[in-house]
T-cell receptor, first 114, second 112 residues
């Protein structure tokens, strides 16, 4: 079956613009994670959803970052008033039932803020 | 704080064995994962340890010692395609959160 997909794959934004990044998890996966990965670093946790409920948003760096998953499937990560330090790859991952299962990652969205 | 340490880079020869170490300090422990990430690609799952000991999976094995906060990933019969970053990740859960904490990754270069 299809894996995790993300769109767009690449996004260039001018400083101050708002952006929306989309994640389509594997069908039926309850858990969904968003990560931010800077060049040469590991993924940094941003937020976690279980179905439509956002159970952990402790990793969101500021109130400019907002994530939603209204129907418990597709998720959107929105960044308002983008700053240069927001430039990174944004990874989405989904996981099936059972927290001991591995996360399946999407290809990521590379965001460049000019 | 929560911290995961692993070497930044390693180099090994094709056909050899390499061990990538990971130490962690987290508020809780609910399992340790190893992921492989090729440049420009998404991480892919390699292994999972929640109990002490060695888990073997083909050419890859992973070891965990919870008392020492230590894990290693062992890669045997290295191939050129094994050149990638290897990410150690811990699911703490003990603080009631759901985050997974990743290390910065170890970049492995396999040379002929």
């Amino acid at each position: 079956g299809a894996g995790v997909s993300q769109s767009p794959r690449y996004k260039v934004a001018k400083r101050g613009q708002d952006v929306a990044l989309r994640c389509d998890p594997i069908s039926g996966h309850v858990s969904l994670f968003w990560y931010q990965q800077a060049l040469g670093q590991g993924p940094e946790f941003l937020t976690y959803f279980q179905n439509e409920a956002q159970l952990d948003k402790s990793g969101l760096p500021s109130d400019r970052f907002f994530a939603e998953r209204p129907e418990g499937s597709v998720s959107t990560l929105k960044i308002q008033r983008t700053q240069q330090e927001d430039s990174a790859v944004y990874l989405c991952a989904s996981r099936g039932q059972g927290e001991y299962n591995e996360q399946f990652f999407g290809p990521g969205t590379r965001l460049t803020v000019l | 704080g929560q911290n995961i340490d692993q070497p930044t880079e390693m180099t090994a020869t094709e056909g050899a064995i390499v061990q990538i170490n990971c130490t962690y300090q987290t508020s809780g422990f609910n399992g340790l994962f190893w992921y492989q990430q090729h440049a420009g690609e998404a991480p892919t799952f390699l292994s999972y340890n929640v109990l002490d000991g060695l888990e073997e999976k083909g050419r890859f094995s992973s070891f965990l010692s919870r008392s020492k906060g230590y894990s290693y990933l062992l890669l045997k019969e290295l191939q050129m395609k094994d050149s990638a970053s290897y990410l150690c990740a811990v699911s703490p859960r003990g603080d009631g959160g759901f985050k997974t904490i990743f290390g910065a990754g170890t970049r492995l270069f396999v040379k002929a």
